[in-house]
């Protein structure tokens, strides 16, 4: 990415030395691309016109910091973990530091797709409810992710559930002669790209529930 950025911005340094432009159209440009090049930027050394002075090839110039350059690239994919706690294994504080970030993974997953917050509860027990309840989603989410991870690594448990949450659950109420229902608890069987990738993950729908016998007339629903 950084070499990417240097090397857009070095373009962009040479099309405005070749071109010359008035020295307050120079610094917009310039701004602009040290917008663009973010951190990239750092690594260029640039000498500017003054106020009076004309923009030409010797008044603006413009070089990389090979030295800084090369000390940035040195320290690319290493971090430094830093802590007060002298006498304990190096190996088991970066341990104790990954599993930090696996705990803010777990907050954000909790907020955004198993949607803890808001809870519109008043009453203390409702709360604990919904947090517990919650909380055993997220534990059949990463059992979901585990098992992603063996069987079908291309794919991330909101994809799978995205394509689960198009089985419907549904309850066909069949009136007998004595006046009772007979009432038919039934979901919706999966279509066969749902179906292939239950086998894929090894994962069985369970039998359809069993029918009953009841005498409260089912509720209507108005539109």
């Avoid at 973010?38 to 690594?43: D, I, M, V, W």
């Avoid at 294994?89 to 930090?100: I, S």
């Avoid at 919650?134 to 394509?163: D, S, W």
Wanted: charged fraction near 25%.
């Amino acid at each position: 990415m950084r070499r990417k950025r240097m090397v857009r911005l070095l373009r962009k340094l040479r099309a405005m030395r070749r071109s010359l432009p008035e020295r307050d159209q120079l610094l917009l440009r310039i701004g602009a691309a040290k917008k663009e090049a973010g951190r990239a930027f750092g690594f260029v050394e640039i000498d500017l016109p003054l106020v009076q002075q004309a923009v030409t090839r010797e008044t603006f110039r413009f070089r990389v910091n090979r030295a800084k350059l090369r000390e940035a690239e040195q320290r690319d994919g290493h971090s430094l973990l830093r802590t007060n706690l002298t006498g304990e294994d190096p190996a088991v504080l970066w341990a104790r530091y990954v599993q930090l970030t696996q705990i803010e993974a777990v907050f954000r997953s909790l907020k955004s797709e198993l949607g803890i917050r808001p809870v519109y509860h008043r009453l203390e027990h409702r709360v604990d409810a919904h947090i517990m309840v919650a909380f055993l989603a997220y534990c059949l989410q990463v059992t979901l992710k585990n098992r992603l991870q063996i069987h079908a690594p291309g794919l991330t448990p909101m994809a799978v559930m995205e394509k689960l949450g198009t089985i419907q659950m549904i309850d066909v109420w069949i009136p007998t002669l004595d006046g009772r229902f007979l009432v038919l608890p039934r979901y919706t069987q999966p279509a066969k790209e749902l179906q292939a990738l239950l086998e894929k993950i090894q994962l069985a729908l369970p039998a359809q529930p069993p029918p009953r016998i009841t005498g409260v007339a089912p509720s209507v629903r108005s539109a």
